[in-house]
């Protein structure tokens, strides 16, 4: 605008993201958000700038997956990334939701903050992750693996045992 207001004709508007990890902008002024928080644009024309904060919220979650209904993974040292998508009402995919993950059972299989869910002991558990109180389970098999120099199971004594028998 001049002095008094009116659009100048003919004059090039340049656009550039102050903040790129919470949103982007075209040359043409076309915003995207990219992230939950506070984005700024800055438009130049010559050597006059302006500047456009934003805050950027995500839309409230209406379903959570994760990428493996079930998961097997082998001792010693398996481990796995799991991803977790919550999905708005039209089942778009919500960036920047923090998840929150457990697991049932810490001592067969844990799961770190990022979804990496390592195998600890012979088991099976469950792994949850939880946005906004929507919930998505994997069931999560441990097992070692067999070698030819496994330990093997060749005989028992007695010979026949018995569930309430003490051993």
Same mark, same amino acid.
């Given at each position: 605008l001049?002095?008094?207001?009116?659009?100048?004709?003919?004059?090039?508007?340049?656009?550039?993201?102050?903040?790129?990890?919470?949103?982007?902008?075209?040359p043409?002024?076309? +915003?995207?958000?990219?992230?939950?928080?506070?984005?700024?644009?800055?438009?130049?024309?010559?050597?006059?700038?302006? /500047?456009? /904060? %934003?805050?950027?919220?995500? &839309?409230?979650?209406?379903?959570?997956? %994760?990428?493996?209904?079930?998961?097997?993974? /082998?001792?010693?040292?398996?481990?796995?990334?799991?991803?977790?998508?919550?999905r708005?009402?039209?089942?778009?995919? %919500?960036?920047?939701?923090?998840?929150?993950?457990?697991?049932?059972?810490?001592? +067969?299989?844990? $799961?770190?903050?990022?979804?990496?869910?390592?195998?600890?002991?012979?088991? %099976?558990?469950? #792994?949850?992750?939880?946005?906004?109180?929507?919930?998505?389970?994997?069931?999560?098999?441990?097992?070692? #693996? $067999?070698?030819?120099?496994? &330990?093997? $199971?060749?005989?028992?004594?007695?010979? +026949?045992? /018995?569930?309430?028998?003490?051993?």
């Amino acid at each position: 605008l001049d002095a008094r207001g009116l659009p100048v004709e003919g004059k090039v508007v340049l656009w550039r993201s102050l903040t790129p990890a919470t949103l982007s902008v075209t040359p043409d002024g076309f +915003i995207l958000g990219l992230a939950p928080g506070v984005g700024v644009v800055r438009a130049t024309v010559g050597s006059v700038s302006s /500047e456009l /904060e %934003i805050t950027l919220a995500n &839309p409230p979650v209406a379903s959570l997956t %994760i990428d493996s209904a079930t998961l097997a993974l /082998e001792l010693p040292s398996g481990g796995y990334r799991l991803r977790a998508t919550p999905r708005d009402a039209a089942g778009l995919p %919500i960036l920047g939701a923090p998840v929150l993950w457990s697991s049932s059972a810490t001592r +067969i299989a844990s $799961i770190d903050a990022t979804g990496r869910v390592s195998a600890v002991a012979s088991g %099976i558990a469950t #792994v949850s992750a939880t946005v906004e109180g929507h919930v998505a389970t994997t069931k999560v098999s441990v097992q070692p #693996v $067999i070698s030819a120099t496994s &330990p093997q $199971i060749t005989a028992t004594a007695p010979s +026949i045992a /018995e569930p309430s028998q003490l051993l």
